[in-house]
């Protein structure tokens, strides 16, 4: 069964703490994204990458990181730097014929 | 550069009712175009895209839209409403300046009236 994989579905961060939301896929696909959703804002690009060994920031990239060791894998780290993390993270990808697969999303809390 | 605009942020109908959810698009060239339908708490579903064949797509789930260049507009409509359907909706544009990014819209939250 082809798919994404976001976990965990719920997360809370204390503050000051980093945590890591986990996307694995099995669909072969090269490119991966990190999208950040808040209320009546859509989606924002985070980060990519198009490779294994490469990734590029996308249009809110500050305090975050990731990294692209292997195909399958896009972890996403959000880090103390980033002060505003309550929000729905989604990881998606895509084929680059047209449309996204998305994953089922992360929701990460502040507490 | 690229962007879409979806002209309501809310749109409720009655059950059994036409759908139309309005989205405009910019592009300096031709434009791949997308529908993407998100339910409560979950991820994006594709639920129908324009990369320059037919004007008129069909899609899953019995919505359709069609690409109008003179007017920019790539409108999603279906014939009638279901109680599934309410959901949230997306109008995205695929990025020309990195052909691997895509650009979306604010989104339109679909409601049905029973």
């Known amino acids: 069964d082809g798919g994404i994989t976001q976990s965990p579905k719920y997360l809370f961060r204390k503050e000051g703490q980093n945590v890591t939301l986990s996307c694995e896929q099995n669909?072969?696909?090269?490119?991966m994204y990190w999208y950040r959703q808040d209320p009546g804002q859509g989606l924002r690009l985070i980060y990519y990458?198009?490779?294994?060994?490469?990734?590029q920031k996308g249009d809110i990239a500050e305090g975050y990181s990731v990294s692209r060791e292997k195909k399958e894998s896009f972890p996403l780290t959000v880090t103390s730097a980033q002060k505003n993390p309550t929000a729905f993270y989604l990881c998606?990808?895509?084929?680059?014929?047209?449309?996204?697969?998305f994953g089922s999303g992360t929701r990460l809390t502040v507490v | 550069a690229q962007s879409v605009t979806q002209l309501d942020s809310h749109v409720s109908v009655s059950e059994g009712t036409p759908v139309l959810l309005r989205c405009n698009y910019s592009?300096?060239?031709?434009?791949?175009l997308f529908w993407y339908v998100q339910h409560p708490n979950k991820g994006l579903q594709l639920l129908l895209k324009?990369?320059?064949?037919?004007?008129l797509v069909k899609g899953i789930n019995g919505f359709e839209a069609e690409f109008k260049k003179s007017e920019t507009s790539f409108h999603l409509t279906k014939p009638s409403a279901h109680m599934s359907d309410a959901a949230e909706y997306f109008c995205?544009?695929?990025?020309?300046?990195?052909?691997?990014?895509?650009?979306f819209g604010s989104g339109t939250r679909l409601s049905i009236r029973p």
């Open positions: 998606a990808t895509g084929t680059g014929g047209g449309g996204y697969t």
């Open positions: 324009y990369t320059s064949a037919a004007t």
């Open positions: 592009s300096s060239y031709s434009p791949s």
């Open positions: 995205v544009v695929r990025s020309y300046s990195s052909a691997s990014k895509i650009i």
């Open positions: 990458s198009q490779i294994v060994n490469d990734f």
């Open positions: 669909l072969n696909h090269d490119a």
